[in-house]
């Protein structure tokens, strides 16, 4: 009987074609569109996928429950300004390595941090910088979210189940003066990871899981603790700092010497997920 519920090849065909379709749509009519009305995405990366029901989708089914086996389709537009990817040949000895984060742990602190005027001007700098990130990611999204919401409205049925995720990302290669190729490309690659632990994010169900307050310090005043307990509660340090130098255990504060804030960079992805696919040819 379960077996009955699984993709048909006629369905999966179909479904391929209404994909490739729709993403062929994606990228001459919608896309342009979008970076009209927001300069800012100026690059994008677009992937399309679908889902197929297989047996291991099966095993918690309810005998009389309902089940519609059209297959899932997903979009995933991630739009954001081109960064620099680490060396393949780097990238893949990262994956290699298993014992990465004794890697980090042995750098980090490094050595003594040494307070001083110009290092709390940098951290301020930085710490500004996500402040104003974010709170300009946030405007976005929810223009972002109307903008697909009207899309929805206008009969695109892609956007009838979407959401949209802004988050900030390092993007400078660099290698710091007492860190090799190698470690550099592993600290960006797991502090990308960590850092979106702090997330704008909204649906198409108009729900915005956390305000920017929440978003930035979470249940506390300021995050000047730990590696930042010198810092003066004038410059409230924000939970994205907190997990870039703290929780991911990777950069620390000799590093943010030799960081730039124009190389923090908001990156938002919308993902789409097609429920109500057209069923006349399956």
Request: proline content about 5%; overall charge negative.
């Amino acid at each position: 009987m379960k077996d009955s519920l699984l993709s048909t090849r006629k369905q999966i065909r179909t479904t391929k074609k209404l994909l490739k379709e729709r993403q062929k749509w994606l990228v001459s009519d919608f896309l342009p569109r979008l970076q009209q009305k927001f300069p800012e995405f100026s690059d994008y990366t677009l992937t399309a996928s679908i889902s197929p029901m297989t047996r291991e989708d099966l095993i918690d089914i309810e005998p009389d429950e309902y089940i519609d086996s059209t297959p899932l389709t997903k979009f995933e537009i991630i739009l954001a300004k081109k960064v620099e990817h680490p060396d393949k040949r780097i990238s893949r000895q990262i994956h290699r390595t298993r014992n990465y984060r004794k890697i980090l742990q042995h750098r980090h602190p490094c050595k003594p941090v040494h307070w001083n005027d110009n290092l709390l001007l940098k951290i301020e700098e930085i710490n500004n910088r996500i402040i104003q990130l974010f709170t300009k990611a946030l405007t976005t999204s929810e223009l972002l979210r109307e903008f697909l919401e009207s899309e929805y409205q206008n009969g695109r049925k892609e956007f009838a189940d979407f959401d949209i995720e802004a988050s900030v990302v390092y993007t400078n290669h660099q290698i710091f003066p007492y860190t090799d190729g190698k470690t550099s490309n592993l600290l960006r690659e797991i502090t990308n990871f960590h850092t979106f632990i702090p997330t704008i994010y909204l649906n198409s169900s108009n729900i915005l899981s956390s305000d920017l307050r929440e978003t930035l310090y979470l249940s506390m005043d300021d995050w000047n603790i730990e590696l930042f307990e010198k810092v003066p509660k004038c410059i409230p340090i924000n939970y994205y700092m907190h997990c870039l130098f703290v929780d991911g255990y990777t950069y620390n504060l000799n590093d943010l010497q030799f960081m730039n804030p124009e190389d923090f960079q908001v990156q938002t992805t919308i993902s789409t997920w097609d429920w109500m696919m057209e069923r006349e040819n399956s």
